[in-house]
């Protein structure tokens, strides 16, 4: 039997569009976090105005609304927790329109991120925010989360590639923002905000230059803390390359088992390095940084020949937490975020977390932004490790908070830190932001539970119910 | 707190019954609370270089100076980050990065006077965006006093962040009408190591070669900008040795291997597009000089002028900024001139409209509209007290403007700050 709120979709809609039947909503129900929640109802819309009139339907009905990109997700973001009704982009994944004069393209927000970029290469030009899950993961979700990823050291996050949004408000009302209006920068409001202000149906982004030259080289070195003080000396000295990635030896190990893509495998730790320019700046940017690796430790360094072995290093990279399923049982993977010259002396404070917990732990980050991955491993059938790997994330967050960071560097606070926003932030801070989402969602209908900490749970840190396999 | 009546800080036909100089961020939001108690509005400055880029306030009982918010409050230069009090000019901040050879492109004019706070607060995106982002790109965290006295922190020292709503792209640009920046955090960058000036003169007959030639180049220069009138005048003392012809001005930035390649390459596409002639100035005199070409943008001239800047794409900016300069055909004869800069890599179109004492106001109000749909989605950022009547700063409401007003309602419910300064009467 039908929920009220399924049959007006479906009558609205149609069954092409609308999901409701149990079997049928079980692929909604989760991210890549642990928790899962069945929505009442899921839509599969093919355009905005399909978009509209479920969110209209959805706040007569007093249903929540999740929108939902790839489900990539490590945060909860995408979990209906309250039920109500899930967006599936699936179906709304073109390019829109593509302007390689003025290197702009709209984009729906299902379009895969790894798909435009490929789609306009012939052209030159390229779109920068690259998460590592990017073959998979939507526009969409990126603008959700303001996805980073390993090129944003010198590119920037999603926001700054972000020109303007169109987006369904509470009441099911379309709207065009641009980072050209004048007025309030709504643009700028909506990217992050996890869905929690509007459901984005369209993407205005900037594209960019494909690069004359790129060199991709990898140093090894004997541990995390010397490539650590490698990256913080290259920032010290006014150099910032394209990407500036580390991978300690577990991390290497395994992705050299999955990828064989000729990353040292006795290295401690790996630095992977990538320059981008003209040719000379390429080469020199490329001297300069050998020269600083090597004072700090470089056991060696080795430049990428072709295309095809800078590809394969970057696959490899991107699929670091993916070849980690190979050998771990399940893994909890963090995100967060330091002044850069602090690394060196954070990767020694995780290691002693996870040491103290007994819990094996792999890093693989984007040090050039000093942004923290530590994944830590574990066994989810033995209670002691769960609750181990919940204590040590912790750790680890107020340790980076300690040090002048915060608590996520590109995959958003959603479900699961949404209680340890408290610790970054005061109760003035968290109420200028409320401020906002009472203006965009008075009636806490866009994905509730999400970023901001429940009221009663204001100042502590919730552990997570349940704790599970995590996948990039 | 010092307080002081000043005349000099009149805006429209207004002056504030006080001047307050509030000492630090706490200060400034308990003077907020205390004019929102007792019902009062209170109109934030910086510098007052861009003071004209907003309406004049409707209410105007207190002018709150951020003057004594110069405090650094971290700079771990090899963080690559500075957190820094509003108060705090862009002169002061260049000479404090340049210590440590490193930059933040905010691209203002009159950088001496120009504040942090009323840089960012006015959504200043100065020419070199197109490379280095907007100011609101290079903002990673700020503190932001509101009208019930709380300070509120957003972002942090961090390059990457994603906690909590980015409310800094928020206040950028808001005009201080939702709250007062009192802290600025920004991720700042590696100077270049060589940059340099290049400005040539060329016949208007050549103005799409020019455009095409240099639109090719595989190095392209950080600013690139076709000026039609603007340096004319102060570059000539006699009248009759105006010239008139238009100037493609390009700044090039990086290091001194690129930056030779990209001159050679510049040189020669000028040269295939018949532009013989090519200052360059390095070093010292480059940076002077692209400095030079910020201030115009907000200078005035002639008797009674007004500045337009329109945002669009790119490659119509040369079509746009000449649709600016013949948009009022019978402007030539009421004296009325209207100049231009385009901006080849922003699409930014600035038009500076210049008209004789005696005009009416009905003519002048007529020349600003013609302008306005010529360069598209445009802000005022310079005026003449004379002209401030006849010319909205904003033009064009966005179709988001009930959503904007709810944004002011909430944060600032007795509309203390800056009423009527903003889009749509805010």
Known sequence: ?472 | MIAKRNDALRLGTLSPARVLEPADGVELAAALAAAAAAGESVVLHGGGTLQHSANPPVRYDSAVLTTRLVAVHEYEPRDLTIGIGAGMTLATLRRMLAEHHQVLPLDAPFPARATIGGTLASGWAGPRRATYGRSRDLLIGATVALTDGTLAVCGGMVVKNVTGYDLGKLYVGSQGTLGAIVRANFKVLPAPPEQRLAISTFEDDNRERVVAHVGGMTVPPVALLIRDGFLALRDAPRPEDIDFRPQIVALFEGSESTVDRAMREYRSALGAAGVAETRILTGAAASNGFQDVLDEYVALAGAVSFTLLGRGLPADAPLRSERARTAFPSGGERGVSVETIANLLTGDVVARVRAPAALDAQTLAAAGAAVRSAIGRAQLIAAHDAAVPHVDAWGETPSTIATMRALKERFDPQNVLAPGRFVGAI
């Not at chain 1, 790839?70 to 329109?97: H, K, Q």
């Not at chain 1, 408000?169 to 709207?175: K, P």
């Not at chain 1, 590809?311 to 963090?334: E, F």
């Open chain 1, 1 to 472: 039997m039908l929920s009220s709120f399924a049959s007006r979709l479906l009558d609205a809609l149609g069954p092409d569009v609308v999901r409701a039947a149990p079997e049928d909503l079980a692929v909604y129900a989760f991210d890549a976090y642990s928790e899962d929640k069945l929505p009442s109802a899921a839509i599969v819309p093919h355009d905005a105005r399909e978009v509209a009139i479920a969110v209209r339907i959805a706040r007569e009905c007093g249903e929540p609304i999740v929108p939902r990109g790839a489900g990539t997700g490590l945060c909860g973001g995408a979990v209906p927790s309250r039920g109500g009704l899930v967006i599936s982009f699936a179906r709304m994944n073109r390019i829109v329109e593509l302007d390689v004069r003025n290197r702009r393209a709209r984009v729906q927000p299902g379009l895969i991120n790894l798909d435009l970029s490929a789609a306009i290469a012939g052209a030159g030009i390229f779109y920068a925010p690259d998460p590592s899950s990017q073959k998979i993961s939507t526009i969409g979700g990126n603008v959700g989360t303001n996805a980073g990823g390993p090129h944003c050291l010198s590119y920037g996050t999603t926001t700054n590639h972000v020109l303007g949004i169109e987006y369904v408000d509470g009441n099911g009302a379309l709207h065009h923002t641009s980072i050209d209006d004048s007025g309030y920068d709504l643009t700028g409001l909506l990217v992050g905000s996890e869905g929690t202000l509007g459901i984005v149906t369209e993407v205005d982004v900037r594209l960019m230059k494909l690069p004359e030259a790129v060199r991709v080289c990898v140093a090894a070195f004997t541990d995390v803390e010397s490539a650590s003080e490698a990256v913080s000396a290259i920032i010290g000295a006014g150099i910032v390359p394209t990407a500036l990635e580390i991978m300690d030896a577990l991390i290497t190990r395994a992705v050299e088992a999955h990828y064989h893509a000729g990353y040292p495998e006795n290295a401690g730790a790996v630095l992977l390095v990538e320059i981008a320019g003209t040719h000379d700046d390429a080469a020199a940017g490329e001297a300069a940084l050998a020269a600083i690796a090597r004072e700090h430790g470089a056991l060696s360094w080795r430049a990428a020949r072709d295309q095809r072995e800078r590809d394969a290093l970057w696959a490899a990279r991107k699929g670091a937490a993916g070849a980690i399923g190979r050998i771990a049982p399940n893994y909890y993977i963090q995100d967060a975020c330091v002044p850069r010259t602090r690394l060196p002396e954070v990767m020694h404070a995780i290691d002693a977390i996870a040491r103290d917990h007994k819990l094996p732990v792999g890093n693989v980050f984007h040090a050039g932004d000093g942004n923290l991955h530590p994944l830590l491993i574990f066994d989810r059938r033995e209670r002691r490790q769960v609750e181990a790997v919940v204590a040590a994330g912790t750790e680890i967050l107020r340790t980076c908070i300690a040090m002048g960071g915060t608590i996520s560097g590109e995959h958003g606070i959603g479900y699961e830190k949404r209680e340890t926003l408290s610790l970054v932030f005061s109760p003035d801070d968290l109420a200028a932001m409320g401020r906002v989402r009472d203006v965009f969602d008075p009636m806490r209908a866009f994905n509730p539970d999400k970023i901001f900490p429940s009221g009663a749970m204001c100042g502590e840190v919730k552990t997570p119910a349940a704790l599970g396999t995590a996948t990039a």
